[in-house]
Structure formats: C-alpha cells, structure tokens
C-alpha cells in the first residue's frame, strides 16, 4: 500500500497517520501543468492530480485528439506546442509544478524525425523554459528504455551505463538523448526528478502509443516474433509513480517503474489466454529479420520492420528496487493490467478483431508457418553443409 504524503526523515517514528490505503492522495500541492495530457500516460497523470486537489492545467497539442480526458472538462486547456517557446513559456504562466509527459513513442522509421523534434528539441524548450519560470519542481517522463536493454538473463537497473546506441534505434536514442538534456538542466538548478516507465499497459491508450503491441496481437498483425522480453507496467501505477516521484523523489534522480516482466513466449500466451487469439509462430532472431528484410525490400506488406524486430530480439527487462525503496511505489498484479489491456481493445474494436481473426490472421499465420518451415529447411542444410566440410 502507498500514499502520496512526503517522504519523512530517516529515522522518524511512524505512526498510523502514515498508513493509507492506496490511492489516498496528499492535499493538493499548487498550480500543476502537465504537458501531453492527450496521451496515455499524461491523461492518467492529469486525473490523479485533479484527485489529489491540484489546480490543474492541461497543455494540450492543437489537433490532438482528446478522448482520453474527456471526462476532465472542467480542467482548465492551453495549446502547447512543446517545440514552441512561446507557447510553452504561456502555458508555464503562474504555474508551480510541471509534470512534463509529452513525448512520441514510435519505432517506425517513418516516424524517426519527429521522435527526435519532440523527445529531444521539445523536451530541451520546457526544461529551460522551467528553468526560467523557477518552478518549483518538474517530474519528467523519461522511459526505461534510457538505459538501454539488459544483458540475457538479467535486469537493468538506474546503475546501467547506456551502450545501446549501436543498436540503431531512433526512439532509445531519442529518449536517451532527452534524458541527458533535460540533467544538463538540471545540473543549472532546475529541480528535476526523471521517472523512467517500462511498457504500458492498461485502458484508455486512444492514441496507441504504448498498447500497440496488444492491439496488433488482437488483430492478428504479428505473424511471428523471436527471442525477446519487455518489462510492462500498469499506466495507472506508472502515473502514481509520477506523483510519487513528485513529493518523494530525489532532485536529480531517476526511477525505474517495471511490474513485471514477460518473454515473448509468455506475454503472447497470457494475451491468448486472455482473447482466445493463438499466438503467433516464434522464428529465431535471424530467420524473423531476414524475413521482415526480404519483405520490405520487395515492398511486401508486412505488419514489422527491420527496426521493430531488431528491438523485439532484445531483452528490455528492468528491476524497480529503487522505486520500491525510495518513493514506496507498489504496483497491482500483472494479470489485472494485462486484463483491463485486452478488455478495453476487446470493447473498442471487438467486430475488427472478430472479423480480423477470421481472414487476416489466417494469412498471416500460414506466412509465419511458411517461414518457420522455411527456417527448419535452412538449419537442416546448414547442419548437413558443416558435417560435408568435416
């Protein structure tokens, strides 16, 4: 169980004050701004402050659609173009706390410069303009993949050195990038705290910025997948960890928050489970990049890129001791993130998917088996070619 209260001197006697239920929130701490508030964690964000009594104002992108606060009319808006200084030096006007969240979450190459204009160059303008606005704390939406992939077998931890940048992945080189930005600030006298989330998972993700992956399951639009794990966390623990980090959280500091983590193998198992969608074949690292390579040179439609199943053979599995130990942060069970994940896409889209299932996934499964037969072949070939070479 947590709360929300600050963090108390080492040492102090506890008393039954102390002992909330969770989501007993703290009084309100003064005019709050958070950026992104259309996106999955941002909207999350925004409605635990409205809980915890802030008075709330909601940076919100023009043309951004805004489902996902849709039921937060009273807040008071403002257009916000991170990239813009002007836009966010008014939306910074009177305001005591910033939660920054807005961010592009993509591995598409299509969509490499934007993650770079607004994770990088976005997050550099609000962090000065903070600066400048001598606010008095900013609780930065960094990512967990900031510290890159963990080692096989292992978990990563905010100790990790950042060695992925060889991997040639835009968004984990953007993030990263953001991150050191945003500490370069902070090292000028910004009161900065970095909340670095996993995977989200959970309801009300309307622009797919981070459930995609279920969503394609559902959809039946990943025919094979390869070695690999992700952490997940619920969107609605990662959120309060955001408040958490706010009134607990160390200036300067990074926190991880990962509930758990799932090989591939497992994840899409739990899914299938969940939907009664069959999980995809399972290709070796090689064979699936080859796969996606050959297909996207001949521009065959194909659910993955080269980029996306490269970062899927990683293991971008972390450990959340530290959130745990300094903020109190307590995360629900994995299987009622991954529930209420399936359930929202299952109620939103529940024709699609049935009518997906019965003609896409068909194509997509007998082109995975395809594949996955043609690997078999290959290994066969390869065996016997190195007992000829003998």
Known sequence: MVDLEPARPRGHADSESAIHPRRTLAPGLGKV???GATGFIGSHVARLCAERGDDVRLA???GSPDAAIADLGELQRVRCEVRDRRSVRRALK???RVFHCAGVTSVRPADSERV?????GGTKVVMQECLRAEVERVVYTSSAAVVGPAAAGKTADERQLFT???????YVNAVHEAEVEAMRVAARGLPLVCVNPAVCFGAGDYLLS??????SFLLGRIPVYTDGAAGIVDVRDAAEGHLLADVRGGIGERYLLCARNFTFDRLFADLGRLSGIDPPVKLAPAAAALAASLLAARRRSWPLTPLEVRAASERWTYRATKARRELGWRPRPHEETLEATVTWHL?????????????????YRLAGAALGAAEEAFELVRRAAGRGSR
């Open 116 to 120: 770079f204009d607004v994770n990088v």
């Open 347 to 363: 109620e939103r889209e529940h024709d699609r998917i049935a009518r997906t299932r019965r003609s896409q996934q068909v194509q």
């Open 94 to 96: 009177g305001i005591e």
């Open 33 to 35: 701004l958070v950026t």
């Open 60 to 62: 919100v992108e023009e």
């Open 164 to 170: 992925a940048g060889g991997l040639g992945i835009p």
């Open 210 to 215: 981070s459930t995609r992956l279920a969503r």
